[in-house]
């Protein structure tokens, strides 16, 4: 069975693929056709049932029908995430970012949901993720929603990070692991065992470059937007841990609790049900 399979272009995406993509975690039942795009168009896709297998963000499954989410290929943090940027010199605080005007990476990412939660409402920009530190520069927007190594490489002589929202979150959940990321599989292309058995492959392909971190890393180095490789590494072992390996009842008590707040401060309007397999 021939597979659509949409991930980012990040390093921890590729870190995660790189069994499957580099052949050395095979299957007979699977060809795969890998397409890369940035994750707030993986959501759009995924809303129109382009694709097989999907990553998305745990908030995007909000929105989708006939969908399940994979055990494994989720990125969670632990007391880590996203973080507000502003200029050094604005001062701003937290507790000014509700009347601020907020540059995200997408109006779907978990990162926009965490920080509709942790502040309330906004006025937003939606800009590409890459586009964010330099619109703060410029002071086209008060500050920004950084994700992916933004979070780790945002220059500290230029930016200020105003408000963590993994230490937000961790604080306001009692530790439940930060739900960014997601990976999930169509219910209208692909029976549940075959679901099944693609997740346990992905799972393959996840151990394998853990058990090959240099190797791995070095593949994902394509998708490092020219950082170094140590913080390509530091940044794809912070995403890639055991909680990517197998979500468990941390990472599926992390994805509910989100919806519970959102559907609480009217965010989205009505109850999600989480189905994992």
Do not use: C
């Amino acid at each position: 069975m021939q597979i659509t399979l949409g991930h980012t272009p990040d390093a921890d995406d590729a870190f995660m693929f790189y069994g499957i993509a580099s052949g050395k975690v095979r299957s007979s039942s699977f060809t795969v056709k890998h397409v890369i795009e940035d994750i707030e168009t993986l959501n759009r896709r995924a809303l129109r049932h382009d694709l097989d297998v999907t990553a998305v963000s745990a908030h995007a499954y909000a929105y989708l029908k006939d969908y399940v989410i994979l055990r494994g290929g989720g990125s969670f943090g632990i007391k880590y995430g996203p973080v507000v940027i502003a200029r050094k010199d604005k001062n701003l605080t937290a507790d000014q970012l509700k009347n601020a005007t907020i540059a995200i990476p997408g109006r779907m990412t978990s990162a926009n949901l965490l920080l509709k939660l942790a502040v309330g409402r906004f006025k937003e920009e939606e800009l590409s993720f890459e586009a964010i530190p330099q619109a703060v520069l410029d002071g086209r927007v008060d500050a920004g929603l950084v994700i992916h190594e933004a979070q780790i490489t945002y220059d500290r002589t230029k930016f200020s990070g105003i408000l963590d929202l993994g230490s937000w979150w961790s604080l306001a959940t009692n530790n439940l692991p930060v739900p960014l990321g997601i990976n999930v599989a169509s219910s209208l292309t692909m029976t549940r065992s075959q679901i099944q058995e693609f997740s346990d492959l992905f799972v393959q392909s996840i151990q394998y470059g853990l058990d090959n971190v240099d190797a791995a890393v070095d593949y994902a180095m394509q998708y490092g937007r020219g950082q170094p490789k140590a913080t390509i590494k530091k940044f794809v072992l912070m995403y890639v841990n055991d909680y990517t390996k197998d979500m468990g009842q941390p990472g599926r008590r992390a994805i509910e609790r989100l919806f519970e707040m959102a559907k609480e401060s009217r965010l989205i309007d009505s109850a999600v049900a989480v189905d994992v397999v």
